[in-house]
């Protein structure tokens, strides 16, 4: 079982909907979580980081559940420039984990 | 400023030659750092990441090296490249432990292709 386990995707959605993105991560001793952002053939890029109590930051919502081993993102009123790909990232003693990463194409 | 420097930015290179892929970072100090290696259309696949200087953990078993001679130095090789091999390379750095709040600093990556 992978590390660090997300959607298969692609996600084909149009624009204004709302994405909900799932993660699993099976050791429960990962300390800190984050999703990413990466454009085609571009390094990955920090969307933000996942709290215990859920945070936001404009349209991007996200949460942990650290019982459940669950991490969720939730892009509100999506836009053409959301398309790319979504990785969920776990560190776990300085090991730093990437999913596999849920493409989104947001359709207008 | 932080910076990290990756090169080279796309690399050809025949089967069984040698690679050294060299990753430097600037205005920090006792950084982790880390290789990742993406495949056409797959997900980062974490290689080695190193904690100090002389501190390497390999992820995954395969004909690469890496070393870090310096703290802010960090190293790939392989002494035979495979077919397998090509991919997008990415290195890496986490500052020292700032709270809660951590970002993974990467480099631009090198395309390698090995023909």
């Known amino acids: 079982r992978k590390e660090v386990e997300q959607d298969p995707g692609p996600f084909n959605v149009p624009e204004g909907a709302t994405v909900a993105f799932n993660c699993t991560y099976s050791n429960s001793a990962s300390q800190s979580f984050f999703w990413y952002r990466q454009d085609c053939r571009k390094e990955p890029k920090l969307l933000m980081s996942?709290?215990?109590s859920g945070n936001e930051d404009g349209r991007f919502t996200a949460q942990l559940n650290r019982a459940s081993q669950y991490i969720s993102l939730l892009i509100r009123d999506s836009k053409l420039s959301d398309s790319a790909t979504y990785l969920c990232?776990?560190?776990?003693?300085?090991?730093?984990?990437f999913g596999k990463g849920t493409r989104l194409h947001i359709l207008p | 400023s932080q910076t990290i420097h990756q090169w080279p930015a796309t690399l050809v290179q025949p089967v069984g030659s040698p690679l050294s892929l060299e990753c430097t970072v600037e205005g920090t100090s006792n950084p982790n750092l880390y290789w990742y290696r993406q495949a056409a259309g797959r997900g980062l696949q974490l290689l080695f990441y190193s904690v100090g200087i002389g501190q390497i953990s390999s992820e995954v078993p395969q004909n690469l090296s890496a070393s870090r001679p310096q703290d802010r130095q960090f190293i790939l090789s392989s002494k035979k490249l495979l077919l397998s091999d090509s991919g997008f390379y990415l290195c890496a750095w986490l500052p020292p432990r700032q709270g809660d709040y951590e970002k993974l600093f990467f480099g631009s990556g090198t395309q390698l292709s090995v023909l």
């Open positions: 990232v776990v560190n776990r003693d300085d090991k730093i984990i």
């Open positions: 996942v709290y215990s």
